[in-house]
């Protein structure tokens, strides 16, 4: 059987993330039996993590938001045993849910991937964010040939890039498919490479909902009609 490696954040103190995952491995399991879909432990370079930090900060210099990032860290060091237990939940969730690659990799040993897979998947989440990035190019899939890069709605998380154009334009070349998450994502990919790429949806809402209800029995179910809005 081929093997397919899914190459997306491994975030476990997220929760959409950790969804997202769960979502698009089902997804392609369910509907392509013929391969065995994996997702790609990656781990990124913990020195990356304080520049992204640095990075979000310069970018919103004014010292009211400053203060305000800074009062945000003093939070989550507060909420660090919160983070620990939530942390492990969803890495039991995970366990559970989700066919993870035993070996984790990293920027020196990313090109191994290339042996222990036959084609990858890039996606979903904000993959292809620029403040994303931290000087590697694995979510473009640069470590292997032409022809084993796909990409799955992808989200670029901002609507023009600027400084990484010509960064950009390059790696988006490179693939062999893409689809994007969102209208602004399309009109970056044919600026860059004057291809018409599909814009897909983000990998949860693939499911039904008695998909979901597989892992998530409803306990209580509303008596009405309702709506129910997670935004930021």
Known sequence: MKKIGIVTFNDYL??????????????????????????????????????????????????KKIITKLGNLLKRRKMKKLKSIKEQNLRLFSKKYINESEKIYNKETKYQLNDDFDFFISGSDQVWNPNFLYGDDVYFLQFTEYTKRISY???????????????????LNDFNYISVREEDGKKIVKEMTGRDVPVLVDPTLLLTKEDWYKIFPSKRKPIEKNIFLYIF
Request: charged share 25%.
């Open 14 to 63: 997220n929760y959409g993330n950790r969804l997202q995952v769960y979502a698009l491995q089902y997804f392609l399991k369910n509907n392509f039996s013929e391969f065995v879909f994996q997702t790609v432990k990656y781990r990124v370079d913990q020195s990356s993590e304080k520049k992204r930090l640095i990075t979000r900060i310069m970018s919103n210099i004014s010292l």
């Open 153 to 171: 709605a992808p989200s670029f998380g901002i609507s023009k890039i600027e400084k990484e154009y010509d960064v950009y334009k390059k790696l």
